[in-house]
């Protein structure tokens, strides 16, 4: 009988264990991309807008409203995903270029649900790509703005 007891104890930790390790980690935007970049060194953001009326790019070389951009996206809280047909109406393809390195990241932000990011020249190239469900209130305004 205690050995039984203690094989169900042993048993419940294992999968205890197993779900705390295996479930998706949640992640800010900021610890994703951005700390792994020099903020201050971005140069320019490209931003490619689709929806229903096409696609319209926008080059932000000011550095206030890269700033604005740049403090809109780390507010966004995530969690990985590994959707790969995301239905979405409006999506923004945004390269990141820094004043040394040029396209050091890109992002793709599927309405206010899903962003994919890529970091371009990535050491490990197979881990370059992420994709993420974005798990908060996400405000995409100062992207949006850009357009205006």
């Not at 080059?59 to 969690?79: D, H, M, W």
């Not at 995301?86 to 040394?100: G, N, P, R």
């Not at 962003?115 to 949006?144: C, G, L, M, Q, W």
Request: glycine share 4%.
């Amino acid at each position: 009988m205690k050995r039984l007891i203690y094989l169900a104890a042993a048993v419940l930790i294992v999968v205890g264990l197993g779900i705390f390790c295996f479930s998706p980690k949640n992640f800010t935007l900021q610890e994703a991309v951005l700390d792994k970049l020099d903020t201050n060194r971005v140069a320019s953001i490209e931003i490619i807008k689709r929806d229903q009326q096409g696609e319209h790019t926008k080059n932000v070389t000011n550095s206030e409203e890269i700033n604005e951009i740049l403090n809109s996206l780390s507010a966004a809280k995530l969690k990985k995903s590994r959707a790969s047909d995301i239905q979405f109406t409006e999506s923004y393809w945004m390269t990141l270029k820094t004043e040394d390195k040029g396209r050091a990241y890109g992002m793709t932000l599927y309405d206010n649900d899903y962003i994919n990011t890529f970091e371009y020249n990535a050491a490990v190239p197979k881990n370059a790509s992420r994709s993420y469900k974005i798990t908060n209130d996400f405000d995409a305004a100062a992207i949006r703005n850009a357009f205006k």
